[in-house]
């Protein structure tokens, strides 16, 4: 798997999906691409978090520490991304992420990440877009929510 | 220093100066004779004038007493010489001549290296005098003393001056009798004549001298602005950071620009008045035989003189200028040496300097007894006290809080007891020694003084642990005694000192420890109550292990790296680390070190040089490489145009992850367009080029799909000729690896692991770096590893280590000597509060059973102390810590402290 491969899996995400092939080779060159085993963490709920990955191959849980236990909340699949509102937010992981086979990922450092969106505003409006849409996303839910 | 030059130099090099003069006096006669014989040659042997009566032999090799005959009338022969005939007569004159030409070039030669020796010597004398005299500088005048400024001093501003001491004395000497006899001779042929020459010699001796009085004031002017312009470029060199900070780049330039402009106006009237000088003074030179011609002329046509006397005359007076030229030169060089020599006599001026200690004096035994404070009044500056009148006493040991109103008063205390400072009125006493008169080898090896300033100096950490016990030499290191009876006898000739810098100068049972191994533990354990446990760690692991020096770690780390490997297997994280193999690529390491397979102790072979090497070029050529690597560079430099196009240049993702820097960019662009068709062909400049590129690449981490298994064969193979061709070039400069063999060339880690950790797996570096922990702490490594990172460079001034690793070597090196008394005022301030407090708790252990004073901001953190001096509005109060009430009463204390006012009385 070559680093054209992960420009088409950034491509897939649909954070990513509007920016400039050549911007996604910058961000595929600058992230590592790192093998997990199954079992092994991406990190932990309340860890700093320094870095966003996404998924080339496999799967991973996420997963929350409860009073009652760790409990899985979501599965993650093949081109998701995770981790990256900590980095956006600056706030600890709210989630603990765990490979649930063996899992490759592409892991998109807090800082370069920054540094490429400050560089180009074409990719920060795309990141604003995809954050924009959850929030309405979000929303919804509430009402529908609140209306049942 | 000596306020004339002259004396300065007559009193140091008297002997060697009459010895030159003699030698200079001595090769005369001999140089006479070599002007004489050639006529000898052509007159007698050549066109025979002596054998002009007939004769068939002439004598030869005659040696006869000089002026003999005006002596006593008749010639007086001591040898009546060898009868030869006129080919012999030829050739016995013409050996004699190449004779006198040897001893001519002997002589010269002897007289040209004593006058280069004694000017070298000289010149080490004065520069070790002004080092010495550097030392000397007061605390008051280092304030406006620039150290850029002293350095250019000592090794440009003398230089000159050792230059013209050789020709001090003897080149007047010598220049002005050649110049006296031609003089003379002139007279004794025509007296008119001769004053004529005399009068126009002492015009030009009188109005050059004048002329150069403005040469000289602006050859002062000159070296004082290159002085400043020196000590300027430094301090902006040090500044550098705050340059940038505040982009004052145009400003400084422009400063520097002005500053160069006032220069070249300062040289150029020099330069203007220099010949203008010159020019006068050929004039003048010219002005004589215009006098000969046209007066003598103008006698001799009236048949007052003898037209031969004239001739005489004009001859003689051709050999008078060039003597006369060179004494005026060596005159103007004179007065500029001396110009040199009063500044820099100005710089060192007797009132910027503390009288000089008549001897070292001897350690006199320990501080301890009473500190007796009386009368103790210091000023800042501006005249402000900062204590005024205070007197208190003390018994120690004891450890000291000074805790001050928020005022310098307590930090000035501090420097008072110290002996930072010798400004103060009133007595200080430890015991029954004045504290202002300790003797500089009693306060250095008993006192020690932290300031808020760390200051390093380049070397390892270990080399400035010690610098506090190094008071002399102990044991002579192993010297050639011709070397060393050579050494000696000119640090003797010149003033210098007779020890030598390669001796033991370490003195480890300061410390307390039996030998240098056992200092090293000392120190060791030093640094990590210092807060430094993990740092040297850290650089123990970064450092690199000489087989030579430590054989033991050497084994060991073999051992470990065994070790390492099963513990890496039986964990399953053998995958983590992929360890060297002579016989396979390694996939986590570049191309340049799989080829290499080592580590480049040449710089030829570093980084981008490589691509350069020529051997390493021929190797590649030989095993087919070349155009393969030379296509991976292209089509690297290919995928970094087109994902880097966008970033500015500068942008800090270019310099992390980039394999062209922004600069390089279009150059590459332009090598790729010029081979747009095809990607091969490339030569000389371009293709070293594109070559520099897929050095640096690994293909897990980059990810370019440039390197697949049938290339990596060819790569493996190629390593063995790599080396086989370096290796018959001589020094092959790599250190190669080889699995049974510390590589002294790597750091101590790398040989460890003697692999490259893998990037494709999460989280592997911090996964190794626990294992080898792990191995480490198992196998006891850890003490031989921290003895490593006492080797460690701290850089010039320490600016390799961050603020609070300097602070605590300062301590360190404080603490290192186990001084009687320990003043502590403000080293602390680059740590946060909670290691403040950790530190100053060790620091009291260290000091346990010794005297330590600590300049405290605030009475919280006093209270492991014995006693607490409170300096309010310039009065010092002796108290008790806060927190330990001990009043009998059970009053309640104010202020948590019973405080007892002893201020204007002793206590």
């Known amino acids: 798997m070559t680093l054209d491969t992960e420009v088409q899996s950034l491509r897939q995400v649909p954070m990513f999906r509007e920016i400039d092939p050549a911007r996604l080779k910058l961000l595929a060159f600058t992230s590592e691409r790192v093998h997990f085993a199954a079992g092994q963490r991406f990190f932990s709920q309340g860890d700093a978090a320094d870095a966003a990955y996404v998924i080339l191959e496999g799967k991973a849980n996420v997963s929350l520490d409860t009073p009652n236990g760790e409990i899985t909340v979501a599965e993650l699949g093949q081109n998701a991304i995770v981790g990256e509102m900590g980095i956006l937010s600056d706030s600890p992981r709210s989630a603990t992420v765990v490979a649930a086979q063996p899992t490759t990922a592409l892991r998109i450092d807090k800082r370069v990440f920054l540094e490429l969106l400050t560089q180009f505003p074409q990719m920060a409006m795309a990141v604003m877009r995809e954050i924009a849409m959850r929030l309405e996303r979000t929303n919804a839910q509430l009402a529908r929510q609140s209306r049942s | 220093m000596e306020r004339s030059l002259f004396r300065y130099i007559w009193r140091h090099s008297r002997r060697d100066q009459l010895i030159i003069f003699a030698v200079v006096l001595a090769s005369l006669p001999f140089y006479f004779a070599s002007l004489d014989l050639p006529r000898r040659i052509v007159n007698e042997a050549i066109q025979g004038r002596a054998f002009e009566r007939g004769q068939e032999t002439a004598p030869f090799l005659v040696l006869s007493v000089p002026w003999s005959e005006w002596l006593f009338g008749h010639r007086v022969e001591l040898f009546g010489g060898f009868q030869v005939d006129r080919l012999t007569l030829l050739f016995g004159l013409s050996g004699l001549f190449l004779l006198l030409v040897l001893v001519n070039g002997a002589f010269k030669y002897w007289i040209n290296v004593a006058k280069g020796a004694l000017g070298e010597r000289m010149l080490r004398r004065m520069r070790f005098e002004l080092f ?55 007279l004794v042929q025509n007296l008119w004549l001769g004053l004529l020459a005399a009068a126009v010699v002492g015009v030009q001796f009188t109005i050059i001298p004048r002329l150069r009085r403005e040469l000289l004031r602006l050859g002062k002017q000159r070296q004082l602005a290159s002085r400043r312009l020196a000590g300027r470029v430094s301090e902006i060199v040090d500044g550098i950071e705050a340059v940038k900070v505040h982009n004052a780049h145009a400003w400084e330039r422009a400063e520097i620009g002005q500053r160069l402009y006032e220069l070249f106006d300062l040289r150029f009237r020099i330069y ?122 003390l018994e120690l040991p004891a450890h000291i809080a000074l805790v001050g109103d928020g005022g310098p008063g307590a930090s000035a205390l501090a420097r008072i007891l110290a002996r930072q400072t010798t400004e103060f009125a009133g007595e200080v006493r430890i015991g029954d020694r004045d504290v202002r008169e300790l003797s500089r080898a009693t306060a250095g090896r008993r006192m020690a003084y932290a300031g808020v300033e760390a200051i390093l100096f380049p070397g390892t950490v270990r080399d400035n642990l010690v610098y506090g016990l190094r008071h002399r030499p102990l044991r002579s290191a192993a010297e050639d005694a011709r070397q060393k009876a050579r050494r000696l006898v000119e640090a003797r000739r010149t003033g210098n000192p007779i020890e030598n810098i390669a001796d033991c100068w370490i003195d480890v049972s300061l410390a307390g420890a039996a030998d240098e191994e056992e200092l090293d533990l000392l120190l060791i354990d030093l640094l990590r109550r210092l807060g430094l446990k993990d740092d040297i760690y850290r650089w123990g692991l970064s450092g690199m292990v000489d087989p030579g020096r430590h054989p033991d770690l050497a084994d060991q780390i073999i051992a470990a790296r065994i070790r390492l490997r099963t513990r890496l297997a039986a964990a399953d994280m053998a995958d983590l680390v992929e360890p060297f193999d002579v016989e396979r690529y390694n996939r986590q390491a570049t191309v340049a070190e799989n080829l290499l397979f080592g580590v480049p102790t040449s710089r030829a072979l570093m980084g981008r040089n490589l691509a350069e090497h020529h051997v390493f070029r021929e190797a590649l050529d030989a095993e087919g490489l070349t155009a393969d690597l030379a296509r991976m560079g292209a089509r690297i430099a290919e995928t970094m145009i087109e994902i880097f196009r966008g970033l500015p240049p500068g942008h800090p993702l270019f310099e992390q992850f980039s394999f062209i820097s922004a600069e390089e960019l279009p150059d590459y662009e332009a090598i790729l367009r010029r081979h747009a068709r095809r990607r091969d062909g490339f030569k ?26 049938p290339l990596e064969e060819r790569l493996v193979k190629a390593r063995r000729a790599v080396r086989d061709r370096l290796e018959r070039s001589g020094d092959p400069g790599v250190e190669f690896y080889d699995v049974e063999r510390v590589c002294a060339a790597a ?21 190794v770096t626990e294992a080898i922990t792990g191995v480490v702490e198992e196998m006891g490594l850890r003490p031989a590893i921290e003895r490593v990172a006492l080797d460690h460079q701290v850089g010039p001034a320490g600016r390799m280590l961050t603020a609070a690793q300097r602070a605590s070597i300062n301590l360190g090196r404080c603490l290192a000597k186990r001084p009687d008394i320990f003043i502590l005022d403000g080293a602390l301030a680059p740590f946060g509060e909670t290691q403040r407090k950790d530190l100053l708790v060790s620091l009291l252990e260290a000091s346990r059973g010794r005297t330590m004073v600590a300049v405290l901001s605030s009475d919280r953190e006093s209270e492991s102390f014995d006693v607490v001096l409170r300096v309010e509005d310039m009065r010092v109060v002796v108290g008790e810590p806060s927190g330990r009430r001990t009043s009998t009463d059970g009053a309640v204390q104010h202020g948590g402290s019973r405080e007892k006012r002893v201020a204007g009385e002793v206590a």
């Open chain 2, 747 to 767: 750091p101590l880690k790398d040989n460890l692991l003697f692999g490259r950790i893998s990037h494709r797996t999460a989280n592997a570096q911090v996964r």
């Open chain 2, 684 to 709: 000389g400049q371009d293709l070293t080029r594109l070559l520099a590129l897929p050095l640096a690449y690994i293909e897990p981490r980059h990810r370019l799909g440039l390197i697949e298994a």
């Open chain 2, 132 to 186: 010495s005299l550097t030392l000397r500088f007061t605390p008051e005048a280092l304030r406006d003393v620039k150290a850029s400024e002293t350095a250019t001093i000592i090794k440009d501003e003398v230089e000159p001056i050792g230059g013209f001491i050789g020709d001090a004395f003897t080149l007047p000497l010598f220049l002005g009798t050649q110049a006296a006899t031609a003089l003379i001779f002139i």
């Open chain 2, 272 to 393: 203007k008045r220099k010949f203008m000088v010159k020019f006068l003074n050929n004039l003048l030179a010219q002005l004589t035989p215009f006098f000969f011609y046209a007066v003598g002329g103008y006698f001799a046509l009236r048949g007052q003189l003898d037209i031969g006397q004239l001739v005489a005359v004009i001859a003689a007076y051709r050999e008078l200028p060039p003597p006369l030229k060179e004494l005026i030169d060596w005159d103007q060089q004179r007065l500029d040496v001396q110009v040199k020599y009063d500044q820099v006599a100005q710089h060192f001026a007797p009132e910027r300097l503390a009288p000089e200690p008549e001897t070292e004096g001897e350690d006199d035994g320990p501080l301890v007894g009473q500190l007796a404070v009386r009368d103790l009044t210091a000023r800042d500056l501006h005249g402000q006290a900062l204590i005024d009148r205070a007197s208190f006493a």
